[in-house]
């Protein structure tokens, strides 16, 4: 069975709405009613996320906050639609990679706007994280989503800049 | 599983004493609790939780200043509790038994007061590579105030110490060897009363951290000749917030006090203070009174249980251990000491710690992940962190067969 998100290539990221990403994590997540599976799906999940340059993964990219290592940096890109903001993320643990996947999914290659008022506390809980996670992960995942809004929001003023 | 010899246990139901701890019917995602990490504290039994009810429902008072009935009872029952920690570790008197927080804390007192009197610059302490932080900070920073300096004995591969080089890191100038009788990272078992006598040849005095090693095996603080010891309530199936420091009476009675306030006084005035008596002298304030009421009813579980037969019962639990999760593929044992008890430290292929710990709670196991308070033994055996299984008087055959059956799932998911 495939359970990852089918979409994890740049190719065609903002031709799908954060919606309809979220929408379908949220299906694959409903397919498993216990935890030993959904975080099998996460894990699936994080397999599928794109390699992080290993010149990405320094002291500065690293979030701060999480038990395991996450590391994230951003990048804004044109496209016909306007500018989008790409990331590139990775974690040393497959669990935290997995979370790491499903933030990948539903904010990269989405419009600044678009990132800055997704509610994605909202969505997490819905999947039951916020519920089910452990203290320490649920820290790391928040210190995750406020990075890659404060990236968002400092590379679009960056890129109006320009 | 397996068939290993074990120690002759034959007397011990360990059912009977599952029952005697009510946390242990819990169920964790709907799946009965397989609690393995004893190391970090240990579930409470029913006669410690009734005795702290007792306390605060009949006869909650503060002790040692007043004169009515049920402030007499907790006076009573507190120093109860201080004899009932003397006969455990069969110090020669009370006065010797302070009561603390924790063994963390026992360890800053014996820094702050017996450090800062008698250790001055170019002075030598000798800890080993495998302390907790907690016998590690303590001294680094005494070391920092005093320019003293602090001395490692090395480890060997298996999680042993060296106990030539210790010998020979001992000079003129060593006023103190701090040792972790039993490591919570590797559950090597280090011969303490070898290392006492060798120190105590060269006249230094030897504090040795027992906050692993009291709840698994017999303590005799006076055939062992340490000249300070500490433990935590909390892992001995007692209440947090309670811990022992024993001292020699000699020494306890040469260091100053290290807090001030009510209760380590005997008369104050403003031109001058007379400090009490021990082992009052060392406990200012109001102290942890149900805790150590509390860890007096604990130690009647030990001593009804029979300390020795806990440590061979465990023995026998932790061969038999060895031999199953020696059997899981991609397990590295991090910790073969030959003599060891009770603590399974291991990495798994190279399954992050965190993944571990995550995957076995969603079975209802319970286990220890990261770096253990001992980031010296992670460096030294060049691993990030590991997974821990640590094994109490209540564990079972078929928790360890849980565990195994875990982690083999967990290889497949992450595989
Ligand atoms: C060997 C050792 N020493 C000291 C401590 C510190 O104990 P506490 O946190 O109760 O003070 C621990 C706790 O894990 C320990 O295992």
């Keep these: ?162 | 599983m397996s068939d290993v010899q074990t120690a002759p246990t034959s007397s011990y139901d360990v059912a009977s004493i599952r029952e005697q701890f009510p946390l242990l019917k819990t169920l964790v995602h709907g799946k009965p609790l397989v609690y393995l990490d004893n190391a970090n504290t240990t579930q409470k039994p029913q006669r410690v939780l009734d005795t702290l009810w007792e306390y605060y429902t009949t006869y909650n008072s503060n002790i040692h200043r007043a004169s009515y009935q049920i402030a007499e009872r907790s006076t009573h029952e507190f120093e109860m509790g201080r004899e009932k920690v003397r006969g455990f570790l069969n110090a020669k008197g009370v006065e010797e038994i302070i009561f603390v927080r924790n063994a963390t804390e026992g360890i800053n007192l014996v820094a702050q007061s017996f450090g800062r009197t008698f250790i001055g610059e170019g002075d030598e302490i000798i800890v080993s590579a495998m302390e907790h932080h907690a016998n590690i900070v303590p001294w680094q920073m005494l070391c920092e105030e005093k320019g003293a300096i602090l001395k490692v004995i090395p480890i060997n591969d298996d999680g042993e110490l060296l106990l030539d080089e210790y010998e020979k890191l001992i000079t003129h100038r060593t006023k103190l060897v701090g040792i972790v009788h039993m490591s919570n990272a590797l559950g090597t078992v280090n011969p303490v009363e070898e290392m006492i006598q060798t120190a105590h040849a060269h006249g230094v005095p030897v504090l040795v951290d027992g906050a692993q090693s009291a709840y698994h095996k017999v303590i005799d603080v006076q055939a062992m000749d340490c000249d300070f010891f500490v433990f935590s309530g909390h892992k001995l199936y007692g209440p947090t917030g309670i811990g022992v420091l024993y001292g020699k009476r000699k020494y306890l009675e040469a260091m100053p006090p290290w807090q001030g306030g009510g209760d380590m006084i005997a008369t104050v005035s403003f031109e001058k203070t007379v400090y009490n008596e021990l082992p009052n002298k060392f406990e200012a304030g109001t102290p942890h009174i149900e805790g150590a009421i509390g860890l007096g009813a604990a130690i009647d579980f030990l001593n009804e249980t029979g300390m020795d037969r806990i440590a061979a019962y465990e023995h026998g639990l932790m061969e038999y251990g060895k031999q199953v999760l020696g059997n899981v593929p991609g397990l590295r044992m991090i910790g073969t000491a030959k003599e060891k008890a009770s603590v399974f430290s291991f990495t798994l292929h190279n399954i992050h710690a965190l993944d571990l710990g995550t995957l076995l709670d969603t079975r209802g196991i319970a286990i220890r992940t990261g770096q253990h308070c001992a980031h010296p033994v992670m460096q030294r055996f060049g691993v990030p962190a590991t997974g821990r299984a640590s094994l109490a008087c209540y564990n079972t055959r078929e928790e360890i067969d849980a565990l195994a059956r875990g982690l083999i799932r967990v290889s497949e998911i992450l595989g």
């Design chain 1, 1 to 162: 069975m495939n359970t990852g998100p089918e979409g994890c290539t740049e190719t065609h990221l903002s031709a799908v709405s954060q919606e309809e990403h979220a929408a379908e994590i949220e299906e694959t997540f409903a397919l498993f009613d216990n935890w030993e599976d959904r975080y099998q799906v996460l894990i699936d999940f994080g397999k599928k996320l794109p390699p992080m340059k290993l010149e990405d993964k320094t002291e500065i990219s690293r979030v701060p906050g999480c038990q395991s290592n996450v590391w994230l940096v951003a990048d804004v890109k044109d496209t016909e639609s306007g500018p989008v903001v790409v990331f590139s993320a990775d974690s040393d643990a497959s669990i935290t990679r997995g979370l790491v996947a499903i933030l990948w999914y539903v904010f990269s290659g989405q419009p600044v706007e678009k990132i800055l008022t997704f509610d994605i506390d909202e969505f997490l809980d819905r999947l039951g994280l916020i519920a089910h996670l452990s203290m320490n992960r649920r820290n790391g995942l928040f210190s995750m989503v406020l990075r890659i809004k404060a990236l968002a929001a400092s590379r679009s003023r960056g890129a109006q800049e320009v």
